[in-house]
Nanobody, 123 residues
């Protein structure tokens, strides 16, 4: 099993920035990529960004490209999401994701999840 612990959510005004962190523990050798999904009230969970553990390939949803940057520290088994130019529509619970199957932008039954951290962007 893999355990994920997120930190860094909060309340910010539109145009502001936040940085999320997610630390993995347990059988981290199983992880192909780590990333973030988010879920706003009344909406389905959606992919935000991911980074492959080997090679550092990055993946982004179109609606965050150019504003969000994902990075990782493999020695610490930690992934970061730097969120700039935040918009009210970015308000959601952000979930850290560890993917063992090589499908970083798709939530599958084999994925591991953090408990979620709230990000609220006020207008």
């Amino acid at each position: 099993q893999v355990q994920l612990v997120e930190s860094g959510g909060g309340l910010v005004q539109a145009g502001g920035s936040l940085r999320l962190s997610c630390a993995a523990s347990g059988r981290t050798s199983r992880i192909y990529s780590m990333g973030w999904f988010r879920q706003a009230p009344g909406k389905e969970r959606e992919f935000v960004a991911a980074i492959r553990r080997s090679g550092g390939v990055e993946y982004y949803a179109d609606n965050v490209k150019g504003r969000f940057t994902i990075s990782s520290d493999n020695a610490k088994n930690t992934v970061y999401l730097q969120m700039n130019s935040l918009k009210p529509e970015d308000t959601a619970v952000y979930y850290c994701n560890a993917d063992p199957d090589g499908r970083p932008s798709i939530a599958t039954i084999s994925d591991f999840w953090g408990q979620g951290t709230q990000v609220t962007v006020s207008s």
